[in-house]
């Protein structure tokens, strides 16, 4: 079974208390996040990043705070989580050699990373058969990750140490919903 991880939104803006739009206690999962990349890297599984790449002026700004404007500090993801052999992959439509990558990060200016016009031709590359899914935040961006993989037919498994919510009464739901759909729940233990 060829499996590829799905690492979402782990951003400086997000992760660390000085960021932009801090997800209070996303740091504690950091470990976690970094341990799956290095674990992905090291079977020759692909890691997909999700990242936010935000214009001064981006229609999310009238819901959230301005963060991960590109090019600034926030934007960047941890050390951690970065691994040697990237590709990055922009929000626009532009054709992409993805050969060789252990990391392919994709950007992404609106929650949900499958309105990157490439995601669908670099899924349909990888041509895996199961997806590890993990980051922030659980009921908003890593649940319309875990949408547009389960509506594409992939077997997806969260990494329910890996993940960090603001409001877990909607995770809960959240994770509720993803299990009756077919996900699965897992642990980084029982992964590496």
């Known amino acids: 079974m060829k499996t ?3 690492d979402i ?5 997000f992760m660390v208390p000085s960021g932009a739009l801090y997800v209070p ?3 504690r999962v950091l470990p976690a996040i970094g341990r799956l990349n290095q674990h992905a890297a090291a079977t020759g599984a692909v890691v997909i ?5 935000h214009r001064e002026n981006d229609e999310e700004f ?4 301005p963060h ?3 090019g600034t500090l926030g ?3 941890p050390q951690s989580t970065l691994l040697d052999r990237q590709v990055v992959v922009p929000w626009r439509e532009h054709l992409i050699d993805i050969t060789g990558a252990q990391q392919i990060v994709v950007q992404k200016r609106v929650l949900d990373v499958f309105r990157n016009p490439n995601l669908a031709g670099i899924l349909d590359l990888l041509a895996a058969d199961r997806y590890v899914l993990y980051g ?7 649940s319309c990750a875990a949408d547009g993989l389960l509506n594409a037919g992939k077997r997806v498994e969260l990494v329910t140490d890996a993940v960090m919510a603001l409001n877990v009464a909607e995770a809960d739901t959240v994770i509720s919903s993803f299990t009756a759909r077919g996900g699965v729940l897992t642990t980084v233990a029982s992964l590496s």
């Open 4 to 6: 590829a991880y799905f």
């Open 9 to 13: 939104d782990t951003q400086l803006d």
């Open 25 to 27: 206690g996303a740091e």
């Open 49 to 53: 990043s999700s990242t936010d790449a």
């Open 62 to 65: 009238h819901h959230w705070p």
């Open 68 to 70: 991960c404007i590109i």
């Open 75 to 77: 934007q960047r993801k």
């Open 136 to 142: 922030v935040v659980t009921e908003i961006c890593v």
